[in-house]
């Protein structure tokens, strides 16, 4: 099931004109919550941070990971997490395991330290499954 993001793309010229720099919300654009962007810049993409909506459960508190035609996954180089909220990286495993993304993905080490018991947390209030309709 494939669920359309209502954000659009936004290319930004920058300062010699010849490059352009895409930004695609997929996610958070106008909301508190799922955060995750994909910034396109010379053949690179992006993205920062992969985070659920606190206020849905299941595949509808998802960034828009499958559903807008700007971003193919498969091709998103690299992953950035910002930080170990909810909001900013608890989509990860999804993103992981349920989609094409081949890239690889960073955070800093106290994230990562809390990112891990964080989601035991929230995977144990059973609000997370991404497999819920």
């Known amino acids: 099931m494939k669920r359309r993001a209502s954000i659009a793309s936004s290319q930004l010229p920058v300062s010699d004109g010849s490059?352009?720099?895409q930004i695609t919300p997929l996610g958070a654009g106008q909301?508190?919550?799922?955060?995750?962007?994909i910034l396109k810049y010379q053949g690179r993409s992006v993205m920062f941070d992969?985070?659920?909506?606190?206020g849905y459960s299941g595949v509808n508190s998802l960034p828009y990971l499958d559903g807008n035609?700007?971003?193919?996954?498969?091709?998103?180089?690299?992953?950035?997490?910002?930080?170990f909220h909810l909001d900013h990286c608890a989509a990860v495993p999804y993103l992981l395991s349920k989609t094409r993304f081949k890239g690889r993905v960073f955070m800093t080490?106290?994230?990562?330290?809390?990112?891990?018991?964080?989601?035991?947390d929230f995977a144990r209030g059973g609000k997370g499954s991404a497999d819920e309709g």
């Open 19 to 21: 490059n352009l720099v």
């Open 50 to 54: 992969c985070g659920i909506h606190p």
């Open 69 to 83: 035609e700007d971003v193919d996954i498969s091709t998103v180089d690299v992953a950035l997490i910002t930080h």
């Open 31 to 37: 909301e508190v919550g799922r955060s995750c962007i």
């Open 109 to 120: 080490h106290p994230t990562k330290a809390i990112y891990h018991s964080l989601l035991k």
